[in-house]
């Protein structure tokens, strides 16, 4: 699968262009702020019906304009798509799939699948706990629909919970049966979640260990621990278990809305002691591992996008990444970088079909 040509208008600072797009490698060169991440954050929202960098879809509109259009056309399968979307200030986006309109964003989740590699990252490590639930909730939820909605249902279920544990401290009193009725649907949708969460844990770490070690000629050791109360525990009996910790604090203390994903190197977190290196070559191969996760459920080679994927790193990871990319095993790939002579030996090392784009102030200034 490939995305054919991009077509954007009043995308952040992209005023309006056409791109046509080589089915294996194109290359965005260009200072910082010229519009690169901008037209690979494009490429993205067209696979998410969100932007990677900006949640408030206002704030992805150009300045001083109304609205934003961005519209794809896809090979996949064999198949044409054709994806367009739209949003105007004050209404609400319009999503099409080969021009009828989604009744639902989550419906298209998953038909265009993409891995993006970006320096914003490096928040799965340094960030908290959320974070990495949402890396794993997000590549879960791009292959099981049912994962996606068994998780807004157990949201959901847990803010009524809270709701009413914050209610009952204020009025002073508890009401067991009350709260009962929000524990069966966090019991019901929590063990799915576990399972399925634990699972791709599982089948997701020798394939990052892999990466790693290549990238790093296997000069540290990796891993990745799944972090929850269910190991050791039945559900209903955590729930029960927590109840007076959950009255005092006045909020669920338990469940997979607390579970965490351990990043280890050499044995210790990586969080507090990897290199900016190592942070960056750990983030790489999380995502290589998610891609191969991905081709291996759909069937489809996810489009890959590298944005400023060779900063911080030394000369050595350089070369080894450039040789994984380059690899056939890969689909259409997109890389920035502000080093023409970065991108001038993947296109060497490839020998393959490749575009490169020159952009300054939002606009393609030169294709070749």
């Keep these: 699968m490939y995305i054919k040509e991009l077509t954007a208008v009043n995308f952040k600072n992209i005023g309006e262009t056409t791109l046509r797009f080589s089915g294996r490698l194109n290359c965005f060169v260009g200072d910082n702020g010229a519009g690169k991440t901008n037209l690979l954050d494009a490429v993205y929202y067209l696979s998410f019906c969100k932007s990677y960098f900006q949640a408030t879809d206002q704030f992805n509109i150009k300045h001083e304009e109304n609205y934003f259009m961005l519209k794809g056309r896809y090979k996949r399968l064999g198949s044409e798509e054709n994806i367009h979307c739209s949003i105007q200030k004050g209404s609400r986006k319009q999503f099409k799939r080969n021009a009828k ?32 639930r949402k890396f794993i909730d997000g590549v879960i939820s791009q292959f099981d629909h049912e994962y996606l909605h068994n998780l807004l249902n157990y949201n959901r279920a847990l803010g009524h919970r809270n709701a009413l ?57 990796v891993d990745l621990i799944h972090q929850s109360d269910f190991y050791t525990q039945h559900f209903e009996a955590a729930f029960k278990n927590a109840l007076t910790r959950d009255r005092f604090l006045q909020y669920t203390t338990v469940g997979i809305h607390k579970e965490d994903l351990n990043l280890h190197i050499d ?8 290199s900016q290196g190592q942070i960056k070559t750990y983030l790489v191969a999380l995502k290589l591992a998610q891609f191969e996760f991905l081709k291996e459920i759909s069937g489809i080679r996810p489009i890959l996008l590298l944005d400023d994927i060779f900063d911080k790193l030394d000369k050595n990871r350089v070369e080894e990444i450039i040789k994984l990319v380059s690899n056939e095993h890969f689909g259409q790939i997109f890389i920035t970088d502000t080093n023409r002579e ?8 490839t020998a393959k079909e490749y575009k490169i784009f020159t952009l300054k102030n939002g606009k393609v200034s030169k294709e070749e």
């Design 101 to 132: 309109v989604y009744e639902k964003l989550a419906d298209h989740i998953g038909l265009l699948p993409l891995v993006m590699i970006s320096p914003s990252d490096k928040v799965l490590i340094l960030g908290g706990s959320e974070e990495r």
């Design 165 to 221: 544990l914050k209610q009952f401290a204020a009025e002073n009193r508890f009401d067991a049966e009350m709260l009962a009725v929000w524990d069966t649907p966090l019991v019901e949708y929590g063990e799915k979640i576990y399972l399925a969460r634990r699972t791709f844990i599982e089948k997701l770490i020798p394939v990052f260990r892999h990466y790693y070690a290549l990238i790093s000629k296997g000069n540290e050791q």
């Design 267 to 274: 044995g210790y977190p990586v969080k507090k002691l990897g």
């Design 342 to 349: 970065h991108l001038d030996g993947i296109v060497k090392a």
